[in-house]
């Protein structure tokens, strides 16, 4: 089929067209020409342009020809917000939603779903799937999302042949690749790509409070030298500098960038750029700038729009009780939307986004301070986007943002049928250097790149819908694998390359040492012998790195309660008290408590030497590790010690010379006796050498390479089902084939990162007699994770009773004893359970008010949001969802985990899943 024969609309599109009233963009218009004609598509294309004009049209046809498509989604909430706009298109009653925690319609001919939703109905051949023709997958550059990206190939390679998959992701440089795997694996797919924006972009840094084009006008690619200038002049006067970093420090300790927000908000209203998103990469960090524009007099609406938020927002609020709404800050979230600004974050209830969402969308919010999760194609577009800063924390480590992050973000900047333009505004600090910003504005490379690895719960689906061959013949068809093979094909021919040089190579040395009288091999036999030397030296210098990592190890593990420590790299330094000891052999990490007033679990990466026991302190009973109160407490006590800081100590010892060390001595004695060591003049045998030794060296590495990336995912899918097997998940029947056991159905319904750990908890009983608010509290330590600068606190010092105790203790030992059998298989272990959220879900399904159950997990020291609140509850909701379905419908487990999804599901809770 020709690009001809895409530009001619068939039936359906002009019927498409004619409904929505508006011309098609060229590649809209393509894709669903190809579409029409049975082809699936991919659709790359910048964010703004149109793309989901494509998955309506698939909507559209499935309709017409009385069969089904299913829209998926990466979050919830732009699955909420596709429901209600195909609801409106197409009549309530042809449009269904299935979030896991939340079904509307199931049954309709359109259902809006996230994409785990769907991988799910695969593995459980779900008779909703009967009479599918049509899936969409928004956002479908998710699969390079190394948490979840593994789901999208899962959908891929799962659906039936003879449904169309409609492809839909931001601009990648690789959308060819990426559309050759699709159709490799799913059937002929048109690939189209436009890198147009409809609204062109205009990229500024604002210096102060002076606003600059980023681009030069007369060489659009070059950086504006007038910014340049400006910045040199502002960095080369002293007292300017000085001030300005000394305000600069002020300012981020509030978390800001050197400008007030009511400043910037001033300057972008002055220039023209309002509507604006600012994204700041933290919670705190919204929150803070929704403060300082409070505290001020910027006021962004005039009276009958402040009427018309009041309005909004009271239909936002309806299944808000009054005591929730005191304990919400409702009043406080208000009095911003009334003057025209508003903080958009995960931490916030959905209810409060979802207002927020509607009035940006009416002109009613003039700026919004969000975190990226408001990228990810919610629809909330803007005259201007403001970046205060290019790093943020991506769950490990504090990172520079990558030109596909830029580019998604700035995305949202220009707003289609409105903005003549876009714009994009970054903030300027000493730290923040025009040419990066440009490199980042101006790349064009956005590789996609697959993250799809074997899970048990996948492994144990696959096995029981394919078999063993046809799970590894899914593996070898995955983007990984696709991937895999075409390096592979780059490497093999390095290696024949590599080859060749060394063939070339060994001419050249026989008759350079035939010109010096030498023989070839000796000469070679005295190049081998000298390499061989440095190779053991190098092995030698790793070993005692090991070793001292080992003794770090081994002292860490050693430590006890009340042990005083010294710290002396890293951020804190100082004496520090053990409050708990380590728990397990690999990665020892005690529970600390510093002088400084910091807790948290420190490591080998945060000793250069063995910790040292300094002294011992006795910590009363009565002193409350897990309250600030008690953590001063503790802290005056290792003050007023008297134990003396640690001045560092050396851990050389001298030792007999090992069998190794005696090797490597005779090796250098043989090297100097060699005839060739005194011979001169040899430098140009020695480079001729040198340059043959890397090729061998690099050969030795592709041939390694090689082996090890064809064989890496199924080598992983070996040892998954090693551990499988072992637990009796699987068996060998009496034809010799690996099979899902009757214990084994049970891992099959569990989709939790820890689904091994639940399975063997249901398995083993232990969760089979608690009371719902119990069962709620325990199945929380399986999805909840504390926040990187708190503590939960141990199991022995959860409060609550003993039937709750008695089941948290067997939880964590089957989790321990989960963890050494896939150590002994090489399988990554799953987290530890965290207690963090026990008391709070406990105490909310036990009907406490919202109020009471937050103040239960401050006092644990889990600070929570009542939008991590939500948020957690909803995942304990759909775990428990998942264990009431995975045993017998009469079990007391079922019963007991269908009436803690009641007692959860209810106030705040109840609203946001309606």
Same mark, same amino acid.
């Given at each position: 089929?020709?690009?001809?024969?895409?530009?001619? /609309?068939?039936?359906?599109?002009? $019927?498409?067209?004619?409904?929505?009233?508006?011309?098609?963009?060229?590649?809209?218009?393509?894709?669903?020409?190809? =579409?029409?004609?049975?082809?699936?598509?991919?659709?790359?294309?910048?964010?703004?342009?149109?793309?989901?004009?494509?998955?309506?049209?698939?909507? !559209?046809?499935?309709?017409?020809?009385?069969?089904?498509?299913?829209?998926?989604?990466?979050?919830?909430?732009?699955?909420?917000?596709?429901?209600?706009?195909?609801?409106?298109? !197409?009549?309530?009653?042809?449009?269904?939603? #299935?979030?896991?925690?939340?079904?509307?319609?199931?049954?309709?001919?359109?259902?809006?779903?996230?994409?785990?939703?769907?991988?799910?109905?695969?593995?459980?051949?779900?008779?909703?799937?009967?009479?599918?023709?049509?899936?969409?997958?928004?956002?479908?550059?998710?699969?390079?999302?190394?948490?979840?990206?593994?789901?999208?190939?899962?959908?891929?390679?799962?659906?039936?042949?003879?449904?169309?998959?409609?492809?839909?992701?931001?601009?990648?440089?690789?959308?060819?690749?990426?559309?050759?795997?699709?159709?490799?694996?799913?059937?002929?797919?048109?690939?189209?790509?436009?890198?147009?924006?409809?609204? /062109?972009?205009?990229?500024?840094?604002?210096?102060?409070?002076?606003?600059? &084009?980023?681009?030069?006008?007369?060489?659009?690619?070059?950086?504006?030298?007038?910014?340049?200038?400006?910045?040199?002049?502002?960095?080369?006067?002293?007292?300017?500098?000085?001030?300005?970093?000394?305000?600069?420090? %002020?300012?981020?300790?509030?978390?800001?960038?050197?400008?007030?927000?009511?400043?910037?908000?001033?300057?972008?209203?002055?220039? +023209?750029?309002?509507?604006?998103? $600012?994204?700041?990469?933290?919670?705190?960090?919204?929150?803070?700038?929704?403060?300082?524009?409070?505290?001020?007099?910027?006021?962004? #609406?005039?009276?009958?729009?402040?009427?018309?938020?009041?309005?909004?927002?009271?239909?936002?609020?309806?299944?808000?009780?009054?005591?929730?709404?005191?304990?919400?800050?409702?009043?406080?979230?208000?009095?911003?939307?009334?003057?025209?600004?508003?903080?958009?974050?995960?931490? =916030?209830?959905?209810?409060?986004?979802?207002?927020?969402?509607?009035?940006?969308?009416?002109?009613?919010?003039?700026?919004?301070?969000?975190?990226?999760?408001?990228?990810?194609?919610?629809?909330?577009?803007?005259?201007?986007?403001?970046?205060?800063?290019?790093?943020?924390?991506?769950?490990?480590?504090?990172?520079? #943002?990558?030109?596909?992050?830029?580019?998604?973000?700035?995305?949202?900047?220009?707003?289609?049928?409105?903005?003549?333009?876009?714009?994009?505004?970054?903030?300027?600090?000493?730290?923040?250097?025009?040419?990066?910003?440009?490199?980042?504005?101006?790349?064009?490379?956005?590789?996609?790149?697959?993250?799809?690895?074997?899970?048990?719960?996948?492994?144990?689906?696959?096995?029981?819908?394919? +078999?063993?061959?046809?799970?590894?013949?899914?593996?070898?068809?995955?983007?990984?694998?696709?991937?895999?093979?075409?390096?592979?094909?780059?490497?093999?021919?390095?290696?024949?390359?590599?080859?060749?040089?060394?063939?070339?190579?060994?001419?050249?040395?026989? !008759? $350079?040492?035939?010109?010096?009288?030498?023989?070839?091999?000796?000469?070679?036999?005295?190049?081998?012998?000298?390499?061989?030397?440095?190779?053991?030296?190098?092995?030698?210098?790793?070993?005692?790195?090991?070793?001292?990592?080992? $003794?770090?190890?081994?002292?860490?593990?050693?430590?006890?309660?009340? !042990?005083?420590?010294?710290?002396?790299? &890293?951020?804190?330094?100082? =004496?520090?008290?053990? =409050?708990?000891?380590?728990?397990?052999?690999?990665?020892?990490?005690?529970?600390?408590?510093?002088?400084?007033?910091?807790?948290?679990?420190?490591?080998?990466?945060?000793?250069?030497? /063995?910790?040292?026991?300094?002294?011992?302190? %006795?910590?009363?009973?009565?002193?409350?590790?897990?309250?600030?109160?008690?953590?001063?407490?503790?802290?005056?006590?290792?003050?007023?010690?008297?134990?003396?800081?640690?001045?560092?100590?050396?851990?050389?010892?001298?030792?007999?010379?090992?069998?190794?060390?005696?090797?490597?001595?005779?090796?250098?004695?043989?090297?100097?006796?060699?005839?060739?060591?005194?011979?001169?003049?040899?430098?140009?045998?020695?480079?001729?050498?040198?340059?043959?030794?890397?090729?061998?060296?690099?050969?030795?590495?592709?041939?390694?390479?090689?082996?090890?990336?064809?064989?890496?995912?199924?080598?992983?899918?070996?040892?998954?089902?090693?551990?499988?097997?072992?637990?009796?998940?699987?068996?060998?029947?009496?034809?010799?084939?690996?099979?899902?056991?009757?214990?084994?159905?049970?891992?099959?319904?569990?989709?939790?990162?820890?689904?091994?750990?639940?399975?063997?908890?249901?398995?083993?009983?232990?969760?089979?007699?608690?009371?719902? /608010?119990?069962?709620?509290?325990?199945?929380?330590?399986?999805?909840?994770?504390?926040?990187?600068?708190?503590?939960?606190?141990?199991?022995?010092?959860?409060?609550?009773?003993?039937?709750? %105790?008695?089941?948290?203790?067997?939880?964590?030992?089957?989790?321990?004893?989960?963890?050494?059998?896939?150590?002994?298989?090489?399988?990554?272990?799953?987290?530890?359970?965290?207690?963090?959220?026990?008391?709070?879900?406990?105490?909310?399904?036990?009907?406490?008010?919202?109020?009471?159950?937050?103040?239960?997990?401050?006092?644990?020291?889990?600070?929570?949001?009542?939008?991590?609140?939500?948020?957690?509850?909803?995942?304990?909701?759909?775990?428990?969802?998942?264990?009431?379905?995975?045993?017998?419908?009469?079990?007391?487990?079922?019963?007991?985990?269908?009436?803690?999804?009641?007692?959860?599901? %209810?106030?705040?809770?109840?609203?946001?899943?309606?």
């Amino acid at each position: 089929m020709t690009t001809d024969d895409l530009d001619r /609309p068939g039936p359906q599109l002009t $019927a498409f067209s004619d409904r929505i009233g508006f011309t098609l963009d060229p590649f809209q218009q393509q894709a669903c020409a190809a =579409l029409e004609t049975g082809r699936g598509v991919l659709v790359c294309a910048p964010t703004g342009a149109g793309k989901t004009i494509v998955g309506e049209f698939a909507v !559209h046809l499935a309709l017409a020809h009385g069969t089904k498509c299913f829209y998926t989604t990466p979050i919830k909430a732009l699955s909420n917000q596709k429901f209600h706009d195909l609801a409106e298109a !197409h009549g309530a009653e042809n449009v269904g939603l #299935l979030t896991g925690d939340n079904s509307i319609n199931s049954s309709a001919p359109v259902v809006v779903m996230t994409t785990e939703v769907l991988r799910n109905m695969l593995y459980a051949e779900s008779s909703t799937l009967r009479g599918l023709s049509h899936v969409v997958m928004d956002e479908v550059h998710f699969l390079a999302d190394r948490f979840r990206g593994a789901v999208w190939e899962e959908v891929i390679l799962g659906l039936d042949p003879s449904v169309h998959v409609v492809s839909l992701s931001a601009t990648v440089s690789n959308a060819e690749e990426f559309g050759d795997w699709i159709t490799t694996v799913r059937g002929d797919t048109a690939v189209i790509v436009d890198e147009t924006r409809p609204v /062109p972009l205009h990229q500024h840094m604002l210096v102060g409070k002076r606003m600059f &084009g980023l681009f030069d006008r007369k060489h659009p690619k070059q950086v504006n030298p007038e910014l340049t200038r400006y910045i040199k002049h502002r960095m080369l006067s002293d007292d300017a500098v000085g001030n300005y970093r000394e305000r600069l420090a %002020r300012e981020r300790r509030r978390g800001g960038t050197g400008i007030s927000r009511p400043t910037m908000v001033r300057l972008l209203d002055e220039n +023209g750029l309002l509507p604006a998103i $600012a994204f700041i990469f933290s919670r705190k960090g919204c929150d803070g700038a929704l403060v300082q524009c409070l505290r001020s007099d910027l006021n962004l #609406l005039e009276p009958q729009e402040a009427a018309t938020v009041d309005e909004i927002v009271e239909r936002h609020l309806l299944a808000l009780s009054p005591g929730d709404a005191d304990v919400l800050g409702v009043e406080e979230w208000r009095a911003g939307l009334r003057r025209g600004f508003a903080a958009h974050h995960a931490g =916030l209830l959905p209810m409060f986004r979802q207002a927020v969402e509607e009035l940006f969308v009416a002109g009613l919010v003039k700026v919004v301070f969000a975190t990226e999760t408001l990228a990810l194609g919610i629809n909330m577009p803007a005259r201007s986007v403001v970046l205060e800063r290019l790093v943020k924390y991506n769950g490990e480590a504090h990172v520079d #943002l990558t030109p596909g992050e830029y580019t998604q973000l700035t995305g949202r900047a220009g707003r289609r049928g409105i903005d003549v333009e876009g714009h994009a505004v970054v903030l300027w600090t000493p730290e923040v250097i025009p040419d990066r910003v440009a490199g980042l504005a101006g790349a064009r490379t956005f590789p996609l790149r697959s993250s799809f690895a074997p899970e048990y719960n996948m492994a144990m689906n696959m096995i029981d819908r394919l +078999g063993v061959e046809g799970s590894r013949d899914l593996l070898r068809r995955s983007f990984a694998q696709f991937q895999t093979d075409r390096s592979v094909v780059g490497q093999a021919r390095q290696l024949d390359r590599a080859r060749m040089t060394i063939r070339k190579i060994n001419s050249e040395l026989a !008759h $350079a040492t035939e010109r010096k009288g030498l023989e070839a091999d000796a000469f070679l036999e005295y190049v081998t012998l000298r390499d061989d030397i440095k190779q053991r030296e190098r092995s030698a210098k790793f070993l005692r790195r090991m070793e001292a990592t080992e $003794a770090v190890s081994e002292d860490l593990l050693a430590l006890k309660s009340g !042990h005083v420590i010294g710290l002396n790299t &890293g951020r804190h330094r100082g =004496l520090a008290v053990v =409050l708990h000891a380590a728990t397990i052999d690999l990665d020892p990490r005690p529970l600390v408590l510093c002088e400084d007033g910091w807790t948290g679990r420190v490591g080998v990466r945060d000793f250069v030497n /063995p910790p040292e026991v300094l002294g011992h302190l %006795r910590i009363p009973k009565s002193a409350n590790r897990r309250s600030a109160h008690g953590r001063r407490e503790i802290i005056g006590m290792l003050r007023s010690s008297g134990i003396e800081r640690p001045t560092g100590r050396n851990t050389k010892k001298s030792k007999q010379p090992s069998m190794a060390d005696r090797q490597l001595q005779e090796l250098k004695t043989r090297l100097r006796k060699h005839p060739v060591h005194k011979m001169n003049g040899l430098d140009d045998l020695h480079r001729l050498s040198e340059r043959r030794q890397r090729l061998l060296r690099d050969i030795s590495g592709l041939e390694r390479a090689v082996d090890e990336r064809t064989a890496a995912l199924e080598t992983e899918f070996d040892a998954i089902t090693g551990v499988l097997t072992e637990l009796s998940y699987l068996e060998i029947d009496d034809s010799g084939e690996l099979v899902v056991t009757p214990t084994g159905s049970v891992l099959r319904r569990i989709y939790s990162e820890s689904d091994l750990v639940v399975a063997e908890c249901i398995r083993a009983g232990i969760w089979d007699r608690l009371a719902p /608010p119990d069962l709620a509290a325990v199945v929380s330590t399986m999805v909840y994770e504390s926040r990187r600068d708190s503590y939960a606190g141990g199991v022995d010092s959860m409060p609550g009773n003993k039937e709750l %105790r008695d089941a948290l203790v067997a939880t964590v030992e089957v989790w321990e004893a989960t963890n050494a059998i896939q150590d002994r298989h090489g399988v990554v272990q799953t987290r530890e359970p965290d207690t963090g959220f026990c008391v709070a879900i406990g105490a909310w399904a036990a009907g406490r008010s919202l109020r009471e159950a937050l103040l239960a997990a401050s006092e644990r020291g889990q600070l929570l949001s009542p939008g991590d609140f939500v948020r957690w509850n909803r995942q304990v909701i759909d775990l428990l969802e998942q264990v009431r379905g995975s045993v017998d419908p009469d079990a007391p487990l079922a019963s007991a985990a269908r009436r803690a999804v009641k007692a959860v599901r %209810r106030g705040v809770v109840a609203s946001e899943l309606d």
